[in-house]
């Protein structure tokens, strides 16, 4: 991307064209292998950095954050004294059970849970909940470390209660595939009233082995405590064992005040938890990468194949551009990062800067000096003009690379301003237009398109927007409404639900870097000027504020049609042709409004408004 090269060649082999052997690539790959960009769990997350504040507003995260610590360390410890206090046949210490148990606090959850301790008998410090919200969005899954190859009976543990699903989906997956169980939670639990059998399954070596527990489908509250992976040989002893257990002495009175008032504390900690760790999530925050904790090389992958590795290769850059600018030394605990960044914006270094000239000025220009803006090397194109090139890099560095020194100066240079229309001695000579001996046709992306719309109906909103247009309550991007007014640079670009335009005019696929988008000419782009109900909804509502103007004759209105859509004034030509549209629609009574909105809209449709010369 900074180095319009194409390393990725170098992958499985020396680079074919250019000088890039198969070390540089896995030297570079090591730098970014020693940073971490996702927390893994049952579900991934990316890398979320808080930024930096102010002093004060530092200091009172600081402050938030110690108190959370303490609030938190005193929670446990209440949990743990509600745990000793209790009686002994109301909660199971894991450590006293068969087999392998995995308790609620160890499951892999999806979704908010919620700790509890109201209905007893339970395993461990307490159960979970779903809050009987969320159906179908929460699950937990009960999955051993190290489980040994045998038959298994598979049991559940949950609290019964009135209020509990009666139809909780629990899936059981094992060497013969995945079975599902439905349990009935407001029913007691039929071994000692405190596990459900879900069944006997077989275990293989390195196979799966976990449950999962969801909320899918479910009415009512849906409970999970704990699992147990119990070894056939020892499940007939269950009954005996305990039919033989002594009857718990009864909690006196006093201790079930104690308990209570404990109970009372801890809910009251706990609603304070939550508020001081809502204020800390509130926080903002961006997406990056975090170094790892310990750097490492990578070995050369021979033929790109994990399995067959070879030399171990420092962190490092290119070494054809390094031979020529001296490379900062990269510590063994670094990561590489900030000296991959000191080596890539190095004054030294001039590829990173003409890489980014060129793609500036094919943003302004329709077309890069360099025409293949993504590809430097061998197999790239020369560039056009070298001189200008180098020029406008010297210039670039020289001024700090600064990007609005740079816009300003092609903007105001005569070539920019060249019409598209040239002399027939011109076009001979330069039919490409590859010295821009004129000017290049624009045609509008997708994010114009859609800004010059919002501003011919008057919706624009050009104030500068500093919050994210993602509602709070949005957790995922399908069906996302695409309702803000807002410029579109303010927009998500969702790569789950993209708005039909953005596709339709070949807008950016957000799965990949595109450097330079495609150009089409397709029937589906005049359809959808014509049928879009958003820009439907535009032109209306141009329409009506037109039609608002009984004061304007229809030759002015007609005139204002052609400038907020065009940005030019009909010729006689295409003014006949505007009165003869509207008074077909006038004969036809046609509302006022509507009038003028078809009018617009077919303004809008036309190959003038999508591009500029």
Known sequence: VFLAQTIGCARCHDHKFDPIPTSDYYALAGILKSSVAMDHSNVSKWVSLPLPQDIQTESRYAALSSKRTQVKKRLDGLKKSIQDTAPSSSIVRVEDLQGVVIDDAQAKKVGEWVESMSVKPYV??????DKNASKGAKSMTFEPADLKPG????????????????????????????????????????????????????????GQAFVIVSNEGSQGHVVAD?????PEALAPNLADKASKQEPQAAPTKGSEAAIEALRKEAASLESELKAMQAELDSRPTVLSLRAAETPSNIAIHIRGSVHQQGALVPRGFLSCIASQTPSPTIEPSSNGRLELADW???SRNPLTARVYVNRVWSWLMGEGIVRTIDNFGTTGEQPSNLELLDWLTHEFIRRDWSTKWLVREIVLSDAYQRSSRCSKAALEIDPDNRHFARGNSRRLDAETFRDSLLNISGELDLSAHIESTIPAKVKEDYAFKHSSKYRTVYGPWFRNSLPDLYTELDGANPSFPISKRNRSTIAPQ?????????????????GDWLAAKPEWSDEKKIECCFVSTLSRLPSSRELNWAKSVVAQHRTAQSLEGSLWGTLAHELIASIDFRYVE
Not at 226 to 230: K, P
């Open 124 to 129: 461990g410090r307490g159960y979970l909940h």
């Open 151 to 206: 038959s298994y009976r598979v049991r559940f543990s949950y609290t019964p209660d009135a209020n509990r699903a009666k139809a909780v989906k629990v899936r059981i997956f094992s060497a013969d595939g995945e079975d599902l169980v439905s349990v009935n939670q407001s029913e007691k639990p039929a071994d000692d009233g405190l596990w459900q059998t879900l069944g006997t399954y077989r275990f293989e070596q390195g």
């Open 226 to 230: 704990a699992v147990q992976f119990l």
């Open 344 to 346: 890539l914006v190095s």
């Open 526 to 542: 005049a359809l959808a000027m014509l049928n879009s109900e958003w820009i439907a909804d535009r032109v209306s509502v141009f």
